[in-house]
């Protein structure tokens, strides 16, 4: 499903972690989950060979030239890209918006009033929900509505791959497998 290139022990504790543009749906679900990843459609491959943070790929190429810590993601399915950085990350499967990061932008999210919001959600929201998160970076707001509703069923999907997947030690790659 993947490997390190490394056969380090999990959980591997960054501050950021940097996906390469291949990877945008994953950069969205790990900030969501308050990882701090780095992320630019345009990154080249120049800039991501010599990063130092662990880097997170689907580039084989990439992955094999590279000699600082990288994964690379070998499965194409989304949600086993987030079961496996939970993982790889000990990032726990669970919403937490104090936690949570910008999806868009990576920024911190602050707790605000309604009053702070009053013109920036569409009024019918502001009459169903009382809690409301400002982006200190791009000035999105965000609210646990509906749409939570879709994020906590992927996560509890994520929640049952997870306990299906292992490692095992080969040539110093850690593998990443099903049991
Ligand atoms: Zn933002």
Redesign the pocket.
């Known amino acids: 499903m993947a490997r390190l290139n490394k056969c380090v022990s999990l959980p591997i504790v960054e501050d950021e972690v940097v996906l390469d543009s291949m990877l945008g749906w994953l950069v969205r679900w790990l900030r969501i989950l308050g990882v701090r990843a780095i992320y630019d459609s345009n990154f080249k491959d120049e800039e991501l060979l010599n990063i130092d943070h662990l880097l997170i790929t689907r580039d084989r190429e990439l992955f094999r030239k590279r000699t600082r810590l990288s994964m690379l993601l070998e499965t194409s399915r989304h949600l086993e890209w987030l079961s496996i950085s939970s993982l790889v990350l000990g990032v726990p499967l669970v919403l937490d918006m104090g936690r949570s990061l910008?999806p868009?932008?990576g920024?911190s999210l602050i707790k605000v009033s309604k009053d702070a919001v009053a013109d920036k959600v569409p009024k019918g929201v502001l009459s169903r929900y009382n809690d409301f998160w400002l982006?200190t970076?791009?000035g999105?707001v965000y609210w646990v509505g509906s749409h939570h509703m879709r994020i906590k069923k992927e996560l509890e999907l994520a929640r049952i791959l997870l306990s299906s997947i292992s490692t095992s030690c080969v040539n110093n790659n850690l593998l990443i497998i099903r049991k």
């Open positions: 910008c868009i932008c920024s982006c970076g791009c999105q």
